[in-house]
């Protein structure tokens, strides 16, 4: 084929999806630049998902009529003039590229008026052609209608989720701005309905409410790295003084009886830019040390504020990420400051023999106080050895370690069950060798392709004795609304009970013992869990969030005769070698690995 310059048309849609990927980098994008332009009050408004319709309005600076066609051109910003001040951007923007991004591939009208002038503006365009630029009357700020995105890329459109998984996304974003500006009154409106506002008055605590529900919001607790006396002093401005210095690290986290199963609800800021970064997500989960349960996740909401300069945020089209001058530096100054508050909350968990008061099912039942008493029982005798992964002593012909295989797919061997080890995992023989099964993951499979034989009847259900009733942080609300439908079929009774609260009725029996409220929260969040790794239908999902809620879990002792049954139960499903989600449920040492590690046999 010969090569070809892209047309500017074709060119421009390919940079714009750099950017705008779905509607929430719509919303996220034009949020940017109401903050960027000093609103204190923003208003959201989305329409199917965000793909019909989102309108951003604000009460900030406005656009000066005659830059406004500079403001949809290619690279146009009033906030970067010269590369030096790449180094040190302050504002949320400084690339140009999102008004003409969005208006490369969607309908966009724009009314603005700038502080300055009496007259406003009126711009509108579709698909990069302007169609109107007029003076138009306004109140001073900006509002931002971009409508039937994507319409002309068809390819994108094929990708976005529904609407109500979007509108979820575009929610996520929405509480996470309304966390980093607490002085800023953030609404959204979906579909005609107000399903979030923060009240703009400055404390935090306040969105925390917002965005949890009062009840986690009033357990967690306030970390301030300014208090500590070991911290560098920060200058006047809250920033720390020389770029090298440590960054200042504000915010709140959950005690170690809040936590979650997935990461959704960690938001991380630096210098009021959202960012996802791992190792600092990792920092603070490391802060928690033995006070979770492996697989769970605190929840929190940090800002770390560096000197500009100590941080390069032009690294990523959408923004989300940084990179740090001394990333050791912020990772170890985050978990100082977590960790600082948790132990003076939490002294250190000492630990202490294996104990049979933690009896199985009992896990989700105990209060959250009980579970952390009962997870100081677990751990074995030597200490930190529950910490290290388990360590089996395969070695390549170089001397390095190979880890031992996960068991190929196919049926199973009779395994005899010899016990249990760090009330995780049961070891059995088995005719090829040793086998060690990961009790959790084949409890899930074993319930998972019981519901999924049994489902022609309609799922058992089990009435609560009273009514529960659950109010739900704007996320879950959100996931409940979407999921709504396949949760009563998978067993669920629920019916909506004013804004953001539900009464829950009845639930599949087989979560009988569990505590329905924790419960039902838990599969909402594992519904919603966007890392899945098999693709499959709506309800195999939530019947695989059922299962895995059910499932016993990882930290409960067994007896001989519970794990006699689980391992026949598992020998009887079809695909005994992984759980429901793909991973592995056992690990085989084979008799030749053995016999080789040993040196029996050269
Ligand atoms: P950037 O934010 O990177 O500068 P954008 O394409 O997002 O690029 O916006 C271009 C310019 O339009 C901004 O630099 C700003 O001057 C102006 N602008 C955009 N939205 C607003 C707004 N809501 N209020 C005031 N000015 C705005
Ligand atoms: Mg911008």
Same mark, same amino acid.
């Given at each position: 084929?010969?090569?070809?310059?892209?047309?500017?048309?074709?060119?421009?849609?390919?940079?714009?999806?750099?950017?705008?990927?779905?509607?929430?980098?719509?919303?996220?994008?034009?949020?940017?630049?109401?903050?960027?332009?000093?609103?204190?009050?923003?208003?959201?408004?989305?329409?199917?998902?965000?793909?019909?319709?989102?309108?951003?309005?604000?009460?900030?600076?406005?656009?000066?009529?005659?830059?406004?066609?500079?403001?949809?051109?290619?690279?146009?910003?009033?906030?970067?003039?010269?590369?030096?001040?790449? =180094?040190?951007? !302050?504002?949320?923007?400084?690339?140009?590229?999102?008004?003409?991004?969005?208006?490369?591939?969607?309908?966009?009208? +724009?009314?603005?008026?700038?502080?300055?002038?009496?007259?406003?503006?009126?711009?509108?365009?579709?698909?990069? !052609?302007?169609?109107?630029?007029?003076?138009?009357?306004?109140?001073?700020?900006?509002?931002?209608?971009?409508?039937?995105?994507?319409?002309?890329?068809?390819?994108?459109?094929?990708?976005?989720?529904?609407?109500?998984?979007?509108?979820?996304?575009?929610?996520?974003?929405?509480?996470?701005?309304?966390?980093?500006?607490?002085?800023?009154?953030?609404?959204?409106?979906?579909?005609?309905?107000?399903?979030?506002?923060?009240?703009?008055?400055?404390?935090?605590?306040?969105?925390?409410?917002?965005?949890?529900?009062?009840?986690?919001?009033?357990?967690?607790?306030?970390?301030?790295?300014?208090?500590?006396?070991?911290?560098?002093?920060?200058?006047?401005?809250?920033?720390?003084?020389?770029?090298?210095?440590?960054?200042?690290?504000?915010?709140?986290?959950?005690?170690?009886?809040?936590?979650?199963?997935?990461?959704? $609800?960690?938001?991380? =800021?630096?210098?009021?830019? %959202?960012?996802?970064?791992?190792?600092?997500?990792?920092?603070?989960?490391?802060?928690?040390?033995?006070?979770? +349960?492996?697989?769970?996740?605190?929840?929190?909401?940090?800002?770390?504020?560096?000197?500009?300069?100590?941080?390069?945020?032009?690294?990523?089209?959408?923004? +989300?990420?940084?990179?740090?001058?001394?990333?050791?530096?912020?990772?170890?100054?985050?978990?100082?400051?977590?960790?600082?508050?948790?132990?003076?909350?939490?002294?250190?968990?000492?630990?202490?023999?294996?104990?049979?008061?933690?009896?199985?099912?009992?896990?989700?039942?105990?209060?959250?106080?009980?579970?952390?008493?009962?997870?100081?029982?677990?751990?074995?005798?030597?200490?930190?050895?529950?910490?290290?992964?388990?360590?089996?002593?395969?070695?390549?012909?170089?001397?390095?370690?190979?880890?031992?295989?996960?068991?190929?797919?196919?049926?199973?061997?009779?395994?005899?069950?010899?016990?249990?080890?760090?009330?995780?995992?049961?070891?059995?023989?088995?005719?090829?060798?040793?086998?060690?099964?990961?009790?959790?993951?084949?409890?899930?499979?074993?319930?998972?392709?019981? %519901? +999924?034989?049994?489902?022609?009847?309609?799922?058992?259900? !089990?009435?609560?004795?009273?009514?529960?009733?659950?109010?739900?942080?704007?996320?879950? %609300?959100?996931?409940?609304?979407?999921?709504?439908?396949?949760?009563?079929?998978?067993?669920?009774?629920?019916?909506?009970?004013?804004?953001?609260?539900?009464?829950?009725?009845?639930?599949?029996?087989? $979560?009988?013992?569990?505590?329905?409220?924790?419960?039902? $929260?838990?599969?909402?969040?594992?519904?919603?869990?966007?890392?899945?790794?098999?693709?499959?239908?709506?309800?195999?999902?939530?019947?695989?969030?059922?299962?895995?809620?059910?499932?016993?879990?990882?930290?409960?002792?067994?007896?001989?005769?519970?794990?006699?049954?689980?391992?026949?139960? $598992?020998?009887?499903?079809?695909?005994?070698?992984?759980?429901?989600?793909?991973?592995?449920?056992?690990?085989?040492?084979?008799?030749?690995?053995?016999?080789?590690? =040993?040196?029996?046999?050269?």
């Amino acid at each position: 084929m010969p090569i070809r310059i892209l047309s500017d048309d074709l060119a421009s849609k390919i940079a714009a999806g750099e950017v705008i990927e779905r509607p929430a980098s719509v919303v996220k994008e034009l949020a940017e630049n109401a903050l960027d332009a000093g609103a204190r009050d923003i208003r959201l408004e989305v329409r199917g998902g965000g793909q019909r319709l989102i309108r951003v309005a604000d009460d900030g600076a406005g656009i000066p009529h005659d830059d406004v066609p500079t403001a949809f051109a290619r690279h146009g910003t009033s906030k970067l003039f010269a590369a030096d001040d790449l =180094f040190a951007i !302050q504002t949320l923007g400084f690339r140009g590229e999102a008004l003409p991004s969005i208006a490369a591939v969607a309908r966009i009208t +724009m009314i603005s008026r700038h502080a300055d002038e009496m007259n406003g503006t009126l711009w509108k365009s579709e698909n990069a !052609q302007t169609l109107i630029y007029q003076p138009h009357g306004a109140p001073r700020g900006t509002v931002v209608t971009v409508e039937d995105l994507f319409r002309n890329v068809p390819a994108r459109l094929k990708f976005l989720k529904s609407p109500g998984a979007e509108s979820a996304h575009i929610a996520e974003l929405v509480h996470a701005y309304a966390l980093a500006y607490p002085r800023v009154r953030f609404s959204l409106v979906s579909d005609g309905k107000l399903v979030f506002q923060s009240p703009g008055s400055g404390k935090l605590m306040d969105v925390l409410v917002k965005v949890f529900g009062g009840e986690t919001a009033r357990e967690m607790l306030a970390v301030n790295s300014a208090d500590d006396p070991a911290a560098m002093p920060a200058s006047e401005d809250g920033l720390p003084d020389a770029p090298l210095a440590p960054p200042v690290v504000n915010g709140y986290i959950t005690p170690p009886s809040i936590h979650r199963g997935n990461r959704r $609800l960690q938001y991380l =800021f630096v210098n009021g830019r %959202w960012i996802q970064d791992r190792s600092i997500a990792h920092a603070v989960t490391e802060a928690y040390h033995t006070m979770l +349960m492996v697989g769970r996740y605190p929840v929190f909401v940090l800002d770390l504020r560096l000197a500009p300069d100590a941080v390069d945020v032009n690294v990523h089209p959408t923004k +989300m990420q940084v990179r740090f001058r001394e990333p050791s530096l912020v990772y170890r100054a985050v978990q100082r400051a977590v960790r600082r508050v948790l132990h003076g909350k939490f002294p250190v968990p000492t630990v202490a023999p294996a104990s049979p008061l933690t009896a199985p099912n009992n896990f989700l039942s105990a209060s959250p106080t009980a579970s952390l008493a009962a997870l100081d029982l677990i751990p074995p005798t030597d200490g930190g050895a529950s910490q290290t992964p388990l360590h089996l002593p395969a070695v390549a012909a170089d001397g390095t370690p190979l880890p031992p295989r996960p068991v190929s797919a196919g049926t199973l061997p009779m395994l005899r069950v010899m016990g249990q080890i760090f009330s995780t995992y049961i070891i059995c023989e088995g005719p090829d060798g040793l086998y060690l099964v990961d009790q959790h993951a084949a409890h899930e499979r074993v319930l998972y392709e019981k %519901w +999924m034989n049994e489902r022609e009847i309609s799922p058992a259900t !089990q009435e609560l004795l009273e009514p529960l009733s659950l109010e739900l942080s704007a996320m879950h %609300w959100a996931i409940y609304e979407s999921e709504r439908e396949n949760l009563e079929r998978a067993g669920f009774r629920l019916e909506p009970f004013g804004s953001q609260t539900i009464l829950l009725r009845a639930i599949p029996s087989l $979560l009988e013992h569990k505590e329905p409220r924790k419960t039902f $929260l838990e599969i909402l969040d594992m519904t919603d869990e966007g890392g899945n790794p098999i693709r499959a239908t709506a309800e195999a999902r939530l019947v695989m969030s059922i299962c895995k809620g059910a499932a016993i879990k990882g930290g409960q002792v067994m007896s001989l005769q519970e794990m006699r049954a689980l391992i026949r139960d $598992l020998e009887n499903t079809t695909a005994p070698r992984t759980c429901p989600h793909g991973r592995p449920t056992m690990i085989l040492m084979n008799t030749a690995m053995l016999e080789r590690e =040993f040196g029996r046999r050269g």
